[in-house]
């Protein structure tokens, strides 16, 4: 199992905004999260990634404890974040945002092959490499956000609301995306409130309600459940 | 209306003070601009390092280019000592300032009390040295200090831009989570800055020490127009914060010569004020 949390449990100061969280994602898998807003999506995801401390429970990249590391090293274990809201470094160029995304020294090491292979994923932001990512459209910063956690050349991405706040058609080029990064080997993680996308990509997903796993399985069985057929796809 | 002779000395003796100013404000910017600490002790740092190569020149006769490279080792280790008081209690960038002018009061009494309140003066064989260029005259000790400004500038700038750690500060500056999400050590990286910053303190250090009078209560003289030299050159940008010190320098030169030396401190806060007003794109 690449990642595996048992029973993970993150808090803000007293607030518990996950209980006992246990999720797996296999080498290779792309599994899904999907919940209503407020559920703590992006909190697990961001105590995956090390942002935040978990404060109980297990969490195991390759059988290694992920809860002891520090932030900065979580990186270099093989987990880069497409975090929500894309949070590219406005003030930067595109390649500088993408150099950041391979500051740590192995994936340093690979720099001028990632970033072939990023430019060729996304060919728009070669043309714009120099442009400060801040003046970017939407969609071109999603690209940048995950160009960015591919340069990082990681084992596991996270990816937390890619399609947030972006114009349908361009929703369907980021799933495509998503789909190609499996290809190349690397899993996924996605935390999604766009259900119906989510589950259609996904080889497994979670539903995740008021900081807690209510349910799993493969995407068919979960539509079929009358509960999430109400509460998410409104039918 | 003064000859153009006086206004070509006078713009030039500016750009070399503006040099100076820059200098001094180098180190401000940076920790302004990319750790979000207004580090007002700065200027009292800089009149430490003015007064220790002072010292070191009349007592060992130490020549202050030997000096300065005593000085930026110790000086980087204070910067990382200041930070790590920083860290422990929390500053941030308003407490900064209370904490910093702190700082500066303690360091400019510790100042008198080692060398009193008189005036003094680093008597060296090259201070009064200056080539005459046409019919001007350039010292020689501001025309080095503003060459070292210009390069450390422009070195700063260069390491800001293409290395992987300039890379990585200004990141953080903008998102840290994100930065350390990414492996930069965000801590290691501001103790590394804090140390650069104070180290350029004690650079500019020397050159105040070679070319101006020192007195512990001179270390408040420079704080208003390096404050307007920082934000006009936009916090966190080296060549900035040397192009707007030469450019103020020169403007409050030009205005001493063509008004009068009381007007020199009106030019900085009103090109601070008008362009503050105005928000230019570049700016």
Known sequence: MLLEARQLRVAYGDATAVWDASLEVDEGEIVSVIGPNGAGKTTLINAIAGLLRCSGGELRLDGHDLTRVPAHRVCAQGIALVPEGRRLFTRMSVEENLEIGCYVPAARAARSATLERVYSLFPVLRERRDAMAGLLSGGQQQMVAIGRALMACPRLMLFDEPSLGLAPAIVDDVFDVVRRVREEGVSVLLVEQNVLKAMEIADRAYVLEQGRIVSSGVPQDLLQQSHIREAYLGV | ?283
């Open chain 2, 1 to 283: 209306m003064p000859s153009f002779t006086l206004l070509g000395q006078s713009l030039v003796s500016g750009v070399l003070v503006g040099g100076l100013y820059g200098l001094v404000a180098l180190g401000l910017s940076l920790s302004w601009g990319l750790l979000r600490l207004v580090n007002l002790a700065h200027f009292a740092f800089a009149f430490l390092g003015a007064y220790l190569v002072y010292q070191m020149g009349t007592s060992w006769h130490l020549s202050p280019w030997w000096a300065v490279l005593l000085i930026v080792p110790l000086f980087f280790a204070l910067g990382v000592v200041q930070h790590a008081i920083f860290l422990y209690f929390r500053v941030v960038e308003l407490t900064s300032l209370l904490v910093t002018f702190g700082i500066s009061v303690i360091i400019e009494s510790a100042l008198q009390w080692i060398w009193t309140a008189d005036f003094r003066r680093f008597e060296t064989p090259y201070a009064s040295v200056s080539l005459k260029i046409g019919a001007m005259y350039v010292p020689v000790v501001e025309l080095i200090g503003c060459i070292a400004a210009a390069g450390l500038a422009w070195a700063t700038w260069a390491w800001l831009r293409w290395t992987y750690v300039g890379k990585a500060l200004r990141a953080t500056a903008e998102d840290p989570e994100i930065a350390v999400a990414f492996g930069v050590n965000q801590r290691f990286l501001s103790f590394l800055l804090s140390g650069v910053c104070a180290a350029y303190a004690g650079i500019a250090g020397a050159f105040i020490a070679l070319i101006s009078t020192l007195a512990p209560s001179q270390i408040w003289a420079w704080l208003g127009v390096v404050f307007a030299v920082v934000i006009i050159g936009r916090l966190g940008n080296p060549l900035g914060a040397l192009i707007a010190g030469m450019l103020i320098g020169a403007a409050e030169s030009v205005a001493m010569a063509t008004f009068s030396p009381a007007w020199a401190p009106v030019v900085s806060f009103s090109a601070l004020i008008v362009l503050l007003l105005w928000q230019p794109d570049w700016l």
